[in-house]
């Protein structure tokens, strides 16, 4: 049997150690978030299944259970959020009753302003729900300081996707 020399077991104890260190890290939250390089990135992996284009939840609804009371009352209308887009498309022109037209597809931006986006991360509403895991630590800091910007911004890119953010940034 080799004779295992105190070497190895430095090495191993290295290993192990900065195994620990690196796991501890994780990068910083950026100063200035923008929607396109910063918030769309997570909200794609986590969200856009459901609250995209073609989601599942994007269909007239009356909310119902236990979290329906922490809704707007306008949340009866296909209101669950296009967070692969930032602006608003379609009509979405309040109706005479103070509900969103079928037609109106909310993006990101107006989630953010209206609320919404912080009651579903920081609520009894559970987004995403289980079995989908959740957002780490760091992607609700980078979530939470693009939505404290008011208003919320698009782009901090001096050459921004046209197809995500016009030329401005959104502002």
Same mark, same amino acid.
């Given at each position: 049997?080799?004779?295992?020399?105190?070497l /190895? %077991? /430095? #090495?191993?104890?290295?290993? #192990?150690?900065?195994?620990?260190?690196?796991?501890?890290c &994780?990068? @910083?939250?950026?100063a200035?978030?923008?929607?396109?390089?910063?918030?769309?990135?997570? %909200?794609?992996?986590?969200?856009v299944?459901?609250?995209?284009?073609?989601?599942?939840?994007? /269909?007239?609804?009356?909310?119902?259970?236990?979290?329906?009371a922490?809704l707007?009352?306008?949340?009866?209308a296909p209101?669950?959020?296009?967070l692969?887009? %930032? %602006?608003? &498309?379609?009509?979405?022109?309040l109706?005479?009753?103070?509900?969103? @037209?079928?037609?109106c597809?909310?993006?990101?931006? &107006?989630?953010?302003t209206?609320g919404?986006?912080?009651?579903?991360?920081?609520?009894?509403?559970?987004m995403?729900p289980? @079995?989908?895991?959740?957002?780490?630590?760091?992607?609700?800091?980078?979530v939470?300081?693009?939505l404290?910007?008011? @208003?919320?911004?698009?782009?901090?890119?001096p050459?921004?996707?046209?197809?995500?953010?016009p030329?401005d940034?959104?502002?």
């Amino acid at each position: 049997m080799a004779k295992t020399g105190p070497l /190895v %077991f /430095v #090495l191993l104890a290295a290993a #192990l150690a900065f195994g620990g260190l690196a796991a501890g890290c &994780s990068a @910083p939250t950026p100063a200035s978030p923008s929607y396109e390089a910063d918030v769309r990135p997570i %909200f794609m992996a986590h969200c856009v299944r459901c609250h995209g284009g073609g989601g599942t939840l994007n /269909v007239t609804h009356v909310p119902s259970g236990p979290d329906a009371a922490l809704l707007p009352a306008t949340e009866s209308a296909p209101n669950n959020g296009y967070l692969n887009q %930032f %602006f608003d &498309s379609g009509d979405c022109t309040l109706t005479d009753a103070g509900a969103l @037209p079928t037609t109106c597809h909310r993006g990101a931006q &107006s989630e953010a302003t209206n609320g919404n986006l912080h009651i579903y991360l920081h609520s009894a509403i559970v987004m995403p729900p289980p @079995p989908a895991p959740r957002l780490d630590d760091w992607e609700l800091k980078v979530v939470d300081a693009w939505l404290a910007a008011k @208003p919320p911004v698009c782009s901090n890119s001096p050459t921004p996707d046209a197809a995500i953010c016009p030329a401005d940034g959104g502002q």
